[in-house]
């Protein structure tokens, strides 16, 4: 593997535990609100970036290849209100798809089919989770008024996991 793939690759598993840190501290942030549907929603995500951090780690074991640890930054929590989170969680979704894109980019430079064959079930999965976030957001903009729907969507966030 050529060092700017391994090098982009590592740097891919420190922005996945940084996302899991991200939303884990949002859904510590809902928690604290009794939000706890939106809480719940927020700790599965965290979860699957974990699992995003694992299946990179895995590859490059795989690969046979040097595995490195860098500092994971702490995320701000001065959120004031739930459309704020979800404002920077959507954000933060279309970072990682760009970070996973320019990888693809330097694999296919490079020749490595292998790493763009292991790339082509992120860039689905960024699909999925900018949609996911993107559903949530407009949910929460639409109701934005009142807070009764608020809680009732929250409601129904519990009930579904
Ligand atoms: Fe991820
Ligand atoms: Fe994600």
């Known amino acids: 593997m050529e060092n700017k793939i391994n090098e982009l690759l590592n740097q891919q598993i420190n922005f996945e535990f940084y996302s899991a840190y991200l939303y884990l501290a949002m859904s510590t942030y809902f928690s604290e609100i009794n939000m706890d549907g939106f809480a719940k929603f927020m700790k599965n995500q965290a979860k699957e970036e974990l699992e995003h951090a694992q299946k990179i780690y895995d590859y490059l074991l795989l690969r046979n290849e040097k ?7 702490a995320p701000d929590t001065d959120w004031v209100n739930a459309q704020d989170v979800l404002d920077e969680a959507i954000e933060h979704e279309k970072m990682i798809s760009s970070k996973i894109h320019e990888l693809y980019k330097t694999a ?9 064959n ?3 079930w992120f860039v689905e999965e960024q699909l999925e989770e900018e949609e996911k976030f993107r559903i949530l957001q407009e949910k929460i903009k639409a109701f934005d008024e009142c807070s009764c729907t608020l809680e009732a969507m929250d409601r129904e966030l ?4």
């Open 67 to 73: 595995i490195t640890y860098q500092r994971i930054e």
């Open 108 to 116: 296919k430079e490079k020749d490595d089919f292998a790493t763009m």
């Open 118 to 120: 292991f790339l082509n």
């Open 158 to 161: 519990n009930k579904d996991q």
